[in-house]
């Protein structure tokens, strides 16, 4: 079992940056692939990063290039998604996965955090 953890959301102003954490117990998360996602009111839940748990190849949404960068702290068994040049269409929660093979039995979700961006 993996129990994930997510901080660092809040209320920014357009333009303004956040670093979001994803903060794991139970097991090691550099042997997992991370991603963050998120939701917005009234959609669907999206994709928004990865990382692959060999080499730390990184994956973003078009919609995020540029401006948002996942990390990862084997140390502090810690994932980051630094998150710059806010936009109120960045507004959700945000939620980060882990998951390795079989998905089946390990794909674990913490509970979100929030980001708001006004404008």
């Known amino acids: 079992q993996v129990q994930l953890v997510e901080s660092g959301g809040g209320l920014v102003a357009a333009g303004g940056s956040l670093r979001l954490s994803c903060a794991a117990s139970?097991?090691?998360?550099?042997?997992?692939?991370v991603l963050w996602y998120r939701q917005a009111p009234g959609k669907e839940r999206e994709f928004v990063a990865r990382i692959y748990s060999s080499g730390g190849t990184t994956l973003y949404a078009d919609s995020v290039k540029g401006r948002f960068t996942i990390s990862r702290d084997n140390a502090k068994n810690t994932i980051y998604l630094q998150i710059n040049s806010l936009r109120p269409e960045d507004t959700a929660i945000y939620y980060c996965n882990a998951r390795r093979l079989p998905y089946s039995a390990n794909n674990y979700w913490g509970p979100g955090t929030q980001v708001t961006v006004s404008s």
């Open positions: 139970g097991r090691f998360l550099s042997t997992y692939d």
